[in-house]
């Protein structure tokens, strides 16, 4: 199956700085990426959905200054929480489908970023 | 709330027996599928099962869609610990090129 690359896997940082996560479709081209957010325990819940070439749909409630979202090329899209604080920590999971979207057919995981603010 | 709802919450079986889950979702759909998450890992895709088709078959798995009722099951016979994992139904909305995750349902297989 399709391959979808995430990076860094963990990342540490302190309050106020801001974080890069990169997602990168290793060999299929991806108009169409999206970014999960999950907390310990419970569901993916979608942040955005990222558009090659144009600006990212954020969900209802997703701040989009805090999360940057930039999807440049057709392999690569990048999610930088801006000013991280604690309550950003969470587990931030990338998707992608080599058909462009969801409803024609499944969507490949990155192994996700767990993002620890202290 | 964006999600679906999955029953149940958590399931802990016997290895070799049959475990069932649940989805539940709000609006018409182009296809529902599942999705297995190892634990801190990302998620694997099992089996998409479209809007038209009502019963789909993928080795030990067995997805039925019931689209008057809004649900869907997934079934795995012959359980095994290796299946230990939590377990997603996915909606993708005609209105919307996205996909919605159910709350999903933590498996434990015990040996």
């Known amino acids: 199956g399709a391959v979808v690359s995430q990076h860094p896997s963990r990342v540490i940082c302190k309050s106020g700085t801001s974080v890069k996560i990169e997602c990168r479709s290793l060999d299929f081209q991806a108009t169409t990426m999206f970014w999960y957010r999950q907390f310990p325990k419970q569901s993916l819940m979608l942040m955005a959905t990222s558009n090659e070439g144009s600006k990212a749909t954020y969900e209802q409630g997703v701040e989009k200054d805090k999360f940057l979202i930039n999807h440049a090329s057709l392999t690569l899209s990048t999610l930088t929480v801006t000013s991280a604080h604690p309550e950003d920590s969470s587990f931030y999971i990338c998707?992608?489908?080599?058909?462009?979207?969801?409803?024609?057919?499944?969507?490949?995981f990155g192994e996700g970023s767990r993002l620890t603010v202290l | 709330s964006q999600q679906g709802e999955e029953d149940p919450q958590a399931l802990s079986i016997q290895e070799g027996e049959n475990a069932t889950m649940n989805c539940s979702y709000k609006t018409s759909i182009n296809n529902l599928q599942w999705y297995r998450q190892n634990s801190g890992r990302g998620l694997v895709h099992l089996i998409l099962?479209?809007?038209?088709?009502r019963e789909k078959h993928s080795g030990r798995l067995r997805v039925t869609l019931d689209t008057s009722k809004k649900s869907s099951s997934l079934l795995i016979t012959a359980s095994r610990a290796a299946d230990t994992a939590s377990y997603f139904c996915?909606?993708?909305?005609?209105?919307?090129?996205?996909?919605?995750f159910g709350s999903g349902t933590r498996l434990s297989i015990r040996p």
């Open positions: 099962i479209r809007s038209n088709e």
């Open positions: 998707s992608a489908s080599p058909q462009g979207g969801f409803n024609t057919g499944e969507l490949f």
């Open positions: 996915a909606t993708g909305y005609s209105s919307a090129s996205k996909i919605i």
